[in-house]
């Protein structure tokens, strides 16, 4: 993890029940990716920002009761 992206500290999911965790993974995965192999800007900062929004949506959607 880049220490220096202090947003890829929500993209853990140690946190996180296995089942959870199954769902976030593969978001701090790309994250990650995405802080190591892109420029750091303004543009690297929204993809982060809305892969986060993703990847909660993706946990609220594992939740949902229906």
């Avoid at 220490?3 to 995965?29: G, K, M, N």
């Avoid at 190591?36 to 993703?54: C, D, F, H, I, S």
Wanted: proline share 5%.
């Amino acid at each position: 993890m880049e220490s220096t992206e202090p947003i890829l500290q929500f993209f853990s999911s140690a946190h996180l029940s296995r089942d959870l965790q199954l769902v976030a993974e593969p978001f701090q995965a790309l994250a990650n990716r995405i802080a190591a192999e892109l420029p750091r800007n303004t543009e690297r900062t929204v993809a982060l920002r809305k892969l986060l929004e993703a990847k909660d949506a993706a946990i609220r959607a594992k939740l949902y009761a229906g």
